[in-house]
């Protein structure tokens, strides 16, 4: 596997990383990591003067990739001279800090920031706080998707951030400066949107509607979404989502696939490996979704247990899904 084959590579070669400097070590590092991982790289940030980094894994922000993040960070093995692997770029420090892209300053002290619920996600207005010549707008805007990365960390603003806007009437007065933005954010995502990464105890608290096509009035989707769910929406060890389709063709099929449906969550829920996120009905095929934190073991479980039910044919799949996308757009 590709994740074996780099951490035996960069265990090998930690007795010469030692003798370098941080710069050629990371540079070494990324070198060993690109024919494997292509979209990834490594940064590093030194813990002492013994030459003992942190490793720090990103996909620069691209969704798309973070699944190949965790894979290789939770493989990590332990290693003398890189002790944590992290995954994903972290927010920056609290002070003040700015990057410079063609002699052109900015800070997150420069840009303000409103923000709002939109489906279930963060969306932002911003605006700029110094005078910006025209011809650096462009500019200015592409180095400002840049500290609202390092501002909020990589992973927040891929995940919970929406649509981003420049606005350009006058700044409106319940702005602030994006340096202050991330507290308000965890209020925000966790008081507001109710994402407070606490896994559900209980019953689940249920929204069910209909969708009717405009085309076809008969062709219709029955929606039951878990609202419960809402909770872990945005943690990061809850990416998965796994899909378990099958076709009904009389009511006691309805009530064997409640049944697999009612084990199942069972099975994920008691260990807080899962949850189901919604349930669909489009025809007579019947869709159950989970979120997990484990796809392959996940997976399994399916499996096994419809091996219980072989009256019907279960179609089982899983999806990296770390936006919950397929969860989210049900919200208004």
């Not at 769910?229 to 809850?238: F, P, Q, T």
């Amino acid at each position: 596997m590709s994740t074996d084959l780099f951490w035996q590579a960069l265990e090998n070669a930690q007795p010469q990383l030692q003798k370098m400097e941080i710069r050629d070590v990371m540079e070494a590092v990324n070198a060993m990591l690109e024919p494997l991982f292509p979209k990834l790289a490594a940064e590093l940030q030194g813990r002492d003067e013994d030459g003992v980094y942190d490793l720090i894994i990103t996909a620069h922000g691209a969704t798309e990739h973070f699944q190949d993040v965790m894979t290789l960070t939770q493989s990590a093995p332990k290693l003398a001279m890189f002790p944590n692997v992290i995954a994903f770029r972290a927010r920056a420090g609290m002070g003040e800090f700015g990057i410079n892209m063609d002699n052109f300053d900015l800070g997150p002290g420069d840009i303000l920031v409103k923000h709002y619920a939109d489906g279930g996600r963060v969306g932002l207005q911003l605006w700029f706080a110094k005078p910006i010549p025209q011809d650096m707008v462009d500019h200015a805007r592409h180095m400002s998707f840049i500290l609202l990365d390092h501002t909020l960390g990589e992973y927040d603003f891929a995940i919970k951030i929406g649509p981003v806007d420049f606005m350009e009437d006058e700044p409106e007065q319940e702005t602030v400066s994006l340096t202050s933005f991330p507290a308000m954010l965890d209020i925000f995502w966790r008081d507001e949107l109710k994402h407070t990464a606490l896994f559900p105890t209980g019953e689940y608290e249920w929204t069910g509607f209909e969708l009717v096509s405009n085309t076809d009035p008969d062709d219709k989707l029955l929606v039951q979404r878990n609202e419960s769910a809402m909770a872990l929406v945005g943690r990061a060890d809850m990416l998965w989502r796994l899909q378990v389709d099958v076709e009904l063709d009389n009511k006691e099929d309805l009530e064997i696939a409640r049944e697999f449906e009612d084990q199942l969550e069972t099975l994920l829920a008691q260990t807080q490996e899962g949850i189901t996120s919604q349930i669909t009905l489009h025809g007579n095929v019947r869709s159950m979704n989970w979120h997990v934190s484990d796809a392959a073991a996940a997976l399994a479980r399916a499996q096994k247990l419809a091996q219980n039910f072989s009256s019907l044919e279960f179609d089982i799949s899983s999806e990296f899904d770390p936006q919950w996308q397929d969860y989210l757009r049900w919200v208004s």
